[in-house]
């Protein structure tokens, strides 16, 4: 039984470094490609591409060599073009997306557009970016999953198992090897999948926003993963959105604005190059932060601006002692640029005396597969809130969030929506108090276009049709969708989408907006978009849950964090005054925001 | 219009391959939901193949009927199995409506649907005599008691029933699959090829 | 639940037998109820064969179970609507109660129902003791094409999804406000809205998956391999061999028996 040997290999690998196996995985590469002397991995050449039926070229007269070994980040706008970058180097473009392709584009010396996806994956894996969407679905346990791809390409048996095991302790699913794939949560599917990439060891390899859904702690591991790679040799190119991890993973940065390069080069100058902030794509926050020192005369002129938290630290540091040598006094520890909001507007920070909205008491919750996703969680949650329930992948917070409007009810104690019994009423009834927007948006939207979508909900409430009208447009304005009104949902792009669905749960103007992962794919301009809605929101003393894996965005747009860890609550507290041992909780499982890091652990 | 490479066994495109599955657990569901649940005196367990048969032509079609039944079979009502065949010829039929352009107009898919109900009908007879001794375990049995009242043989009144429901349940499951089709998104319709 | 069809994880004879010995069995044991004469032959198979087998592999209760369930409703509707009106010159009747049922009729509905027993039972037998997953890669490995083998697979782990989804897509709606908790007709009215969104989003998700397929390497050319293996040893060859031999036998001796008279 192959499944002995199997665990055979597991205990046998268990025991073996990182890198070692990967060494030796690499091994059967080196014939096909000489990993000593570099040579262009992916060499694209005036490249322009238009989809089938688009008016606008998605890539405009692209021109890219990404030696190998290089860790090469594709950063830009929503609809900038990363993705189509990733799926030509993988050959989707123009082989399953259909289009006008013209420019030369060769990748791993296969000339992409005259060989067909079935010959190209040997050379470049693909990995596209929801997370939700690319399980086979042939195969009935994340070992078998992460398998298929190597079965499929005719790998003996014991390099395949060796191979596997490695990729699902790199990502760190090892413990989930005989679940269903389907039984997972978000971001241990994005591992998966992920994992099932990197098992194929492909010399090419193409990841669009591989963190959409991960927790920061996997977004660090996923970095060394990548960086042990491209040591091996491996040729990565990465589209991603959270500029802070781009910093910190990639050895280059191509910005792309409207299908074209804006900028490339090295991350410490394109990260802060002036023109990524003209064209809305914005700076990682440590360079963001140092400017606005510098524009204070915190931070010395001449010194260059910082994409990493340890050099801001360090130059703040340097700044501030200038300042003590030349006037005795010292200023307050590098007066934060970034406060949380509770400190902002205090006449906003809600008084605890507000009622409640929903209020869950000791909730236990065990999936029909056995697993106990939570157990005890009591929490409520007051008018005019703004909550951040954060946590490690699988801590349990989308299931908790399930429970809000009674999706889930729970196995064990109870869950009061405006004071009823989850159990004692129906889902569409706590919809008029608790609006949802789940992780996975596709199920969410049905209407044939994105108003009828948006005024679904508030007609289904029953509310008087000028009412009904006011709200829609409202939401409409809140999410900037007045471009696309008339567009059927489903041809937008998935950012695009993902706003689509919460302006449909706004416009149902619900007491308490629950967002699960809101900011996963979504460019900066967005995000402040979404910042601003929750500001408004607050105003009108609506309450806001927010569930992220975006420790800043949770910091600079809500106040109160709520901390999750394997179906409890670890701590809940508010950020402005979260003390050293909360931050130590928070760091351990989420990391922290820029600002209490400065505060608290590189001060 | 697909341009996903085919597999070299089937001649199967990664789009049908990731389609066909997908109609089939719609074809199982909903007839088992509309058969077992409702116990009405039709099936609307061929709406997948219909919609596999127009959007990616007749082989497509017929592969999705087939495995429907089979699996249908194995996991919830073994009455499916022996039936395999006649879905199959309903998604060869579904496939070469499509490739005619039944989709432009909802009377022509009507008539496809009266078309395949007939012809439907004709070769589940035998195989519901044979096998079944006329009888499903459907709503439908009922009619066949009426029509051997009357005096039809089991053949003859198995081949009645279905030339009743049918007809009628392939027109409905044509009408269906139109109304979906034509409201598809545009990316979609592009990607499965069919006829705007 | 898991998404393994009808499959139960037990230690059981039928368990360790290679999946192409149990589907040569159900061949034979289906060939051979119509084949041979009705309705001995179903009877005596169902009682000699597969319930000793689905005691061997500990799975009897559920087999019985499910057989019962799907079977139930098939053979009473057989005995009522053959016993009451099956077309035949023979009048002799017998009365049951109120109702006064054909001998022929009877006859035919038990030679039927007799048959039906191994033709749905054998069937779910194998599929009860078979992972969907093994049975599909053996099948592959002797010649199936690759790509039946994988629909199935999808379909089979999709049919609890979807039905699920049909749900999520109701509570979708449901969380937007939408009544969908009503009576009967009510919720039959609901059908028809549940589908289309069901479909679109199915076929957005058939866009998606068709490019994991390819991602995954699918369609790559060149020899396959497998994770798993599943044993075969040459007891089980032979023991296909004779089956189908005995199948031969039988077809033949059925033919022969025809024209001698
Ligand atoms: N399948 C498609 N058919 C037609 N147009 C498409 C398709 N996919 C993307 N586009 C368009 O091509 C342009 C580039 O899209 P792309 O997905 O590459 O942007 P992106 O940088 O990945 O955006 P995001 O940050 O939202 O992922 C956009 O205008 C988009 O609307
Ligand atoms: N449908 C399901 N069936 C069975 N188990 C599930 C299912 N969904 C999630 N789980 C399990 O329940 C636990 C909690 O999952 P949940 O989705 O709530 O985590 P999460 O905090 O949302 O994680 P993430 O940050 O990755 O979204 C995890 O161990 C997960 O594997
Ligand atoms: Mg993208
Ligand atoms: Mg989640």
Redesign the interface.
């Known amino acids: ?3 002995c ?2 665990l055979f290999w597991m205990t046998v690998l268990s025991r073996r470094a990182l890198d070692v196996d990967l060494t030796h995985l690499r091994t059967n590469h080196a014939d096909m490609n000489d990993v000593l002397q570099p040579h262009t991995r992916i060499a694209l050449h005036n490249v322009t591409f238009t989809y ?2 688009a008016t606008e070229p998605a890539l405009r007269d692209v021109t890219l060599a990404v030696p190998a070994g290089q860790i090469c980040a594709i950063i830009g706008r929503a609809g900038a073009g990363k993705s189509t970058l990733c799926a030509l180097c ?1 050959g ?1 473009v ?3 997306f ?1 289009g006008r392709l013209t420019g030369s584009a060769i990748v791993d010396d296969m000339p992409v557009a005259t060989h ?4 190209l ?2 050379h470049v ?4 970016s ?1 997370a939700f ?8 346990t994340v ?2 999953e992460v ?11 014991p390099a ?2 060796e191979r ?1 095991e490695w990729a699902l302790r790199a990502l760190g699913i090892d413990h989930l090897r005989d679940r ?1 794939p ?1 039984a997972l949560s978000g971001g241990q599917q994005q591992r998966m ?1 992920i994992a ?2 990197l098992a ?1 060891n492909p010399p090419v390899l193409a990841l669009d926003e591989p963190t959409s859904q991960l927790d920061p702690p996997a977004m660090i591991e996923l970095a060394d993963v990548l960086r042990s790679l491209s040591r091996q040799g491996m040729t990565i190119l990465v589209a991603e959105h959270r500029l802070e991890w781009v910093a910190d993973v990639a050895e280059r940065v191509v910005a792309l604005d409207h299908g074209a390069v804006l900028a490339d080069g090295a991350p410490a100058s394109v990260l802060t190059d002036p023109r990524l902030c003209e064209h809305g794509i914005g700076w990682p926050r440590p360079a963001q932060m140092a400017a606005q020192a510098r524009a204070e005369g915190r931070w010395a002129p001449e010194r260059p601006l910082p994409i990493t938290v340890a050099d801001l630290a360090a130059g703040l540091r340097a700044a501030a002692a200038d300042q003590e040598s030349m006037n005795g006094q010292s200023n307050t520890p590098h007066g934060l640029t970034v406060r949380p909001v509770a400190e902002m507007d205090e006449a906003l920070s809600m008084t605890p005396v507000a009622e409640p909205v929903v209020t869950l008491d000791e909730v236990h919750f065990t999936y ?2 056995g697993v106990e996703a939570l157990r005890g969680v009591s929490l409520t949650v007051r008018r005019g809130e703004r909550i951040a329930l954060v946590g490690r992948n699988g801590a349990g917070k989308s299931t908790l969030v399930r429970h809000l ?1 009674g ?1 889930l009810r729970p196995s064990r104690g109870r869950v009061l929506v405006d004071g009823v019994d989850t159990r004692t009423t ?3 009834r ?3 108090s608790v ?2 927007v ?1 992780q996975d948006v ?5 209407a ?1 276009t994105v108003r009828d979508e948006i005024r ?3 007609r ?3 509310f008087a049709p000028e009412r009904v009208d006011a709200l829609t447009e409202a939401a409409i304005d809140a999410l900037d969708l007045h471009d696309v009104v008339s567009e ?4 937008l792009p998935p950012a695009r989408r993902r706003l689509v669905a919460i302006a ?2 706004l416009a ?1 103007d619900t007491a308490l907006l629950v967002l699960d992962e809101p900011t996963a794919g979504l460019d900066n301009a967005s995000i402040a978009l979404l910042k601003r809605l929750i500001e408004q929101l607050t105003e009108r003393q609506r309450s806001v849950l927010v569930v992220s894996h975006d420790l800043d965005f949770c910091y600079e747009a809500l106040d109160r964090v709520v901390l999750m860890r394997d179906g409890r609550i670890a701590f809940d507290g508010r950020f402005a005054e979260v003390d050293q041992v909360q931050t130590a909780a928070l760091d351990g499982d989420v990391g922290l925001p820029i600002a209490l890091r400065l505060r608290y652990v590189c001060p | 219009m697909t341009t996903s490479t085919t597999s070299q066994r089937s001649g199967l495109s990664s789009t049908a391959l990731a389609l066909i599955p997908i109609a089939i657990a719609i074809n199982v569901a909903l007839g088992h939901l509309v058969q077992s649940v409702l116990k009405l005196p039709i099936y609307l367990d061929s709406i997948g193949t219909v919609l596999v048969g127009l959007l990616l032509g007749p082989l497509a079609g017929a592969i999705t009927g087939l495995l429907s039944n089979v699996i249908w079979g194995l996991t919830l009502a073994p009455a499916a199995l022996p039936f395999a065949a006649v879905a199959a010829v309903i998604g060869l039929i579904a496939g070469y409506a499509g490739q005619y352009g039944a989709i432009r107009s909802w009377w022509k898919m009507a008539l496809a649907g009266v078309i395949t109900g007939v012809i439907a009908a004709a070769i589940s007879a035998p195989i519901a005599t044979y096998v079944f001794g006329g009888v499903t375990g459907a709503g439908t049995d009922v009619l066949v008691a009426m029509f051997q009242n009357l005096g039809a043989s089991v053949l003859g009144a198995s081949f009645m029933q279905g030339a009743v429901s049918d007809p009628l349940d392939k027109t409905i499951t044509y009408l269906i699959a139109w109304a979906i089709i034509i409201a598809l998104p545009r990316r979609l319709l592009a990607r499965f090829g069919a006829a705007e | 639940m898991q998404r393994t069809g009808l499959f139960i994880e037990r230690a059981g004879f039928l368990q360790r037998l290679n999946p192409l010995t149990k589907v040569t069995g159900v061949l034979l044991l289906i060939g051979a109820t119509f084949l041979l004469p009705a309705p001995l032959t179903g009877a005596a198979l169902t009682v000699g064969a597969l319930l000793p087998l689905a005691f061997a592999s500990l799975v009897a209760h559920r087999f019985l179970d499910v057989l019962v369930k799907t079977l139930l409703p098939v053979l009473i509707s057989l005995a009522l609507v053959q016993g009451l009106f099956f077309p035949t010159s023979d009048p002799t009747t017998v009365a049951v109660g109120p109702l006064l049922f054909r001998r022929a009729g009877l006859q035919f509905a038990l030679d039927t129902g007799s048959r039906l027993l191994v033709v749905a039972g054998a069937p779910l037998l194998l599929f009860q003791t078979t992972h969907p997953g093994a049975l599909v890669q053996a099948l592959i490995q002797s010649g199936m094409p690759r790509s039946i083998g994988y629909i199935v697979l999808v379909a089979l782990q999709l049919i609890p999804a979807i039905s699920e989804r049909a749900v999520g897509v109701a509570e979708a709606q449901r969380a937007r406000g939408l009544e969908t908790e009503g009576s009967v007709l009510q919720r039959i009215r609901g059908v028809l809205p549940l589908i289309s969104p069901l479909i679109v989003g199915a076929l957005v998700e058939a866009e998606e998956r068709a490019m994991a397929i390819e991602a995954r390497a699918f369609n790559a050319p060149g020899p396959k391999t497998w994770v798993r293996d599943i044993p075969d040893p040459p007891v089980e060859r032979t023991a296909r061999i004779g089956m189908l031999a005995a199948l031969g036998a039988l077809i033949v001796w059925r033919i022969a028996s025809l024209f001698s008279g």
């Open positions: 039984m192959a499944y040997v199997a089938a039926g993988a989707f123009p082989h399953f259909r067909p996806i079935a010959e994956v040997r894996a693909l990995v596209g929801n969407s690319q399980i086979s679905g042939a195969r009935f070992y078998d398998a298929f791809g190597l079965e499929n390409l005719g790998v003996p048996r395949m198992i596997v269903s389907y999948v099932a990439a194929m029909p597969t409007n999706l129906t889902v569409a706590c919809a008029r609006g949802v789940f596709r199920n969410q939207l049905f044939r679904f909900g508030p289904n409430l029953g059927h949902p489903y041809d449909a749960v149902m």
